[in-house]
């Protein structure tokens, strides 16, 4: 089966770091993305990891453990913008036909002034 | 920039209506989906296409049905609306080869409301 596991809800403060991990169980993995999701809005990519290790996208970095199931997004220098909801998929390949994304619930970051 | 448009952002229609979601994309992607969003639950997958007229169902298939008769368009059906199925609805599409990563793209949602 496939399990996706995050947080439902963070706050932070304007100008702080926050990181939001998520835990997967996926068959087949093939890779790990995250997503931002403003309230009425649809997803919007944030990043992709397939290997191992940190990939680093200006205020946003997201870190990949492979034999931990584990992932997380850091956000740096939060804005007020930064309030979203943040969602993490785990890309399941089915070899040479298409592979599927398997969502968390969705993490609602609040970022107070 | 890839675009995938959604026929309506809003609909509210009765119980027992048969109601049409229709998604477009435009960049030949081989891959859509249909989605619905609910507060508490995330996305779930209701349908996906990886080809024109092949369909399969995803994890919440009851009560729908799809379309996919053009490669840049994939149509979610429901047959007869029920209260439960008042949800936002996210079409999306990806390019998925081996040497792609798989990216969902999404459509900016319909909001369906049955009465």
């Known amino acids: 089966g496939q399990n996706i596991d995050q947080p439902t809800e963070m706050t932070a403060t304007e100008g702080a770091i926050v990181q939001i991990n998520c835990t997967y169980q996926?068959?087949?993995?093939?890779?790990l993305f995250w997503y931002q999701q403003h309230a009425g809005e649809a997803p919007t990519f944030l990043s992709y990891n397939v290997l191992d290790g940190l990939e680093e996208k200006g205020r946003f970095s997201s870190f990949l453990s492979r034999s931990k199931g584990y992932s997380y997004l850091l956000l740096k220098e939060l804005q007020m913008k930064d309030s979203a909801s943040y969602l993490c998929a785990a890309l399941a390949d089915r070899g040479s036909t298409l592979g599927r994304l398997y969502f968390g619930r969705g993490t609602q970051l609040t970022v107070w002034p | 920039d890839v675009k995938v448009t959604q026929s309506s952002r809003y609909l509210v229609k009765r119980t027992g209506e048969k109601v049409f979601l229709e998604c477009v994309q435009d960049m030949d992607h081989e891959n859509m989906f249909w989605y619905r969003q609910d507060p508490g639950l995330g996305l779930r997958l209701i349908y996906f296409?990886?080809?024109?007229?092949?369909?399969e169902k995803g994890d919440i298939p009851e009560g729908y049905s799809v379309s996919r008769e053009k490669k840049e368009r994939f149509s979610l059906i429901l047959e007869s609306a029920s209260t439960n199925q008042t949800s936002m609805y996210l079409c999306a599409s990806s390019l998925y080869r081996r040497t792609d990563t798989g990216e969902l793209f999404f459509g900016e949602g319909s909001r369906l409301t049955v009465l």
């Open positions: 996926t068959s087949g993995f093939n890779g």
């Open positions: 296409s990886y080809d024109v007229k092949m369909k």
